[in-house]
């Protein structure tokens, strides 16, 4: 199959393709989404396919109207109307109990779905022109980091689905923050809509514990995506945390003849004469989240034996950016603070 490159004045012919079952990569506010009717059980299969996705993880459903919600959903608790007055549309998926037209394919069998109000203007014309919600997990080979551009989406998926709408560099740059409000609210991946921010709406949020750890292939967790190591380029990845300075003299003292540093852009004159990306100031973290995936993927181009990456701390978009930099190393993680304060 040839993959055919849009525009965004193109939104017709990607709607078309659609509604006849077709599987195209559109941009959203977050990361770029690889995108089919949720109604549509043979083009869900051929997302699993596309990605080479494991079965039992299961998609995002789109929206670009509340309405929308009511008809996908068995309820929505009065937390979840409070969250979506303040936050959609934009980078925020809700889990919730689904009603069963929302087919199995698509929850990978499970009974709640996750449902996105994306704020991206091409990607709520695409949702309104085919006239269907739309299910789109990350525009991703399964494992790889997410893509944040169209030439991404093209890299990983060109021959293997219809189409790809170019609507330039994703603004937000890691995937919607998802937070379940089935039951007890529980935070299970963040993203651009904060902890701090949810906590102002909903006090009594939890962070479930996918986050904070690796989890067992065996062991169940409330979103199954977040038990997979994701994000990672070939080369094993180590995510130093600590200040700017510490995890900069810890990476400098390890690193090795064909190492790689991912490294904040003040850094970068620190690591003259060595391999190094650069994916946005320490002090600034939406650049860091817009650059983070980027980064990944330009480090796995030059092949190194082995990528250091500067992590931030946890406050603000910090959390998503620290979790997808540790997922990408399989938790393999360096505190550098603690490293010197024991020298
Ligand atoms: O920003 C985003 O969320 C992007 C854009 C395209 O919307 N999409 C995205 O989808 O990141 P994906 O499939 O790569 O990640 C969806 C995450 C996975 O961790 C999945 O397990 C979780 O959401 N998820 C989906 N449905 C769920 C459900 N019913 N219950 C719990 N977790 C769910
Ligand atoms: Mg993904």
């Excluded at 609210?185 to 904060?194: H, K």
Aim: with cysteine; net charge negative.
């Amino acid at each position: 199959m040839k993959t055919r490159l849009l525009g965004v004045d193109e939104i017709d012919v990607a709607a078309d393709m659609i509604r006849r079952g077709g599987i195209v990569g559109m941009p959203t506010e977050t990361v770029y989404g690889l995108a089919a009717s949720a109604f549509n059980e043979t083009a869900v299969a051929n997302i699993f396919v596309a990605k080479g996705r494991p079965q039992d993880n299961p998609l995002i459903v789109h929206i670009a109207s509340l309405d929308t919600l009511y008809e996908l959903c068995e309820s929505v608790p009065d937390v979840a109307l409070e969250v979506a007055k303040r936050y959609w549309p934009g980078p925020l998926t809700m889990v919730f109990k689904k009603k069963p037209v929302v087919p199995h394919c698509v929850t990978a069998g499970m009974d709640t779905v996750a449902v996105r109000f994306t704020a991206h203007p091409v990607a709520q014309e695409l949702i309104r022109r085919s006239g269907l919600p739309i299910a789109a997990p990350s525009a991703n080979v399964s494992g790889y980091p997410s893509p944040t551009t169209a030439a991404h989406v093209m890299r990983d998926l060109s021959g293997k689905i219809d189409a790809v709408i170019d609507g330039g560099s994703c603004e937000c740059g890691v995937e919607s923050t998802v937070l379940s409000v089935f039951g007890q609210p529980r935070l299970l991946r963040p993203g651009s809509v904060t902890l701090e921010q949810l906590r102002e709406i909903v006090p009594d949020v939890v962070v479930d514990k996918a986050l904070r750890g690796e989890v067992r292939d065996d062991e169940k967790v409330s979103a199954p995506g977040m038990k997979y190591r994701h994000y990672a380029p070939s080369a094993p990845v180590v995510a130093v945390c600590g200040s700017v300075k510490a995890s900069a003299e810890y990476i400098l003292r390890e690193m090795k003849a064909g190492e790689l540093c991912i490294c904040y852009s003040d850094c970068v004159s620190l690591f003259e004469n060595r391999l190094c990306v650069e994916f946005g100031k320490s002090d600034d973290k939406e650049a860091l989240a817009r650059g983070i995936f980027g980064a990944l993927r330009k480090a796995d181009e030059l092949s190194p034996t082995r990528i250091y990456v500067q992590c931030p701390d946890d406050g603000g978009v910090g959390l998503a950016v620290a979790n997808r930099i540790k997922k990408a190393a399989g938790f393999n993680v360096v505190d550098a603070d603690g490293v010197l304060s024991c020298l």
